[in-house]
Nanobody, 129 residues
Framework: QVQLVESGGGLVQPGGSLRLSCVASTSSFGYWAISWFRQAPGKEREGVAC????????WYSDFAEGRFTAARDDDQNTMYLQMDDLKPEDTAVYYCGTDRLTRCVPPRAGSLAYPRDRWGQGTQVTVSS
C-alpha cells in the first residue's frame, strides 16, 4: 500500500514563498512520475507540476511556470514543490500523487492532468494579507 504524506503548507502573504514536501512510503517512488495538484474551495482539481520517473523531465501548468519549481530526491523518496511569488489565487489544498506510471502526461492547452490512482491527505496553502 503506497502512502504519500505532504507537508509544508501554511499562511503566507502575497509575494511570499513556501516549500512543500511529499514523502512516499515505497522505494518504487523512484520509478514513477510524481505530480503535485491542488484544489481550491468550490473548484475542480488542477495539475500543478509533474516530474517523470525515467528521465526526470518536468512539466508545469501555465499558471505555475516560472513561479513554481518541482524537484525530487529519489534516495529520500521525496518530492518538493518550491512556490515563489505566491498569489491569493494560489490558495488551495495541495496534494502529491501518482498513477504509478513512469512518464508524465504533457500539458494540454497549458494544463496538466492530475493523477487518479494514489494521493496523500494534502497540505493547506493560504495566501492572504
Amino acid at each position: 500500500q503506497v502512502q504519500l504524506v505532504e507537508s509544508g503548507g501554511g499562511l503566507v502573504q502575497p509575494g511570499g514563498s513556501l516549500r512543500l514536501s511529499c514523502v512516499a512510503s515505497t522505494s518504487s517512488f523512484g520509478y514513477w512520475a510524481i505530480s503535485w495538484f491542488r484544489q481550491a474551495p468550490g473548484k475542480e482539481r488542477e495539475g500543478v507540476a509533474c516530474i517523470s520517473g525515467t528521465d526526470g523531465s518536468k512539466w508545469y501548468s501555465d499558471f505555475a511556470e516560472g513561479r513554481f519549481t518541482a524537484a525530487r530526491d529519489d534516495d529520500q523518496n521525496t518530492m518538493y514543490l518550491q512556490m515563489d511569488d505566491l498569489k491569493p489565487e494560489d490558495t488551495a489544498v495541495y496534494y502529491c500523487g501518482t498513477d504509478r506510471l513512469t512518464r508524465c502526461v504533457p500539458p494540454r492547452a497549458g494544463s496538466l492532468a492530475y493523477p487518479r490512482d494514489r494521493w496523500g491527505q494534502g497540505t493547506q496553502v493560504t495566501v492572504s494579507s
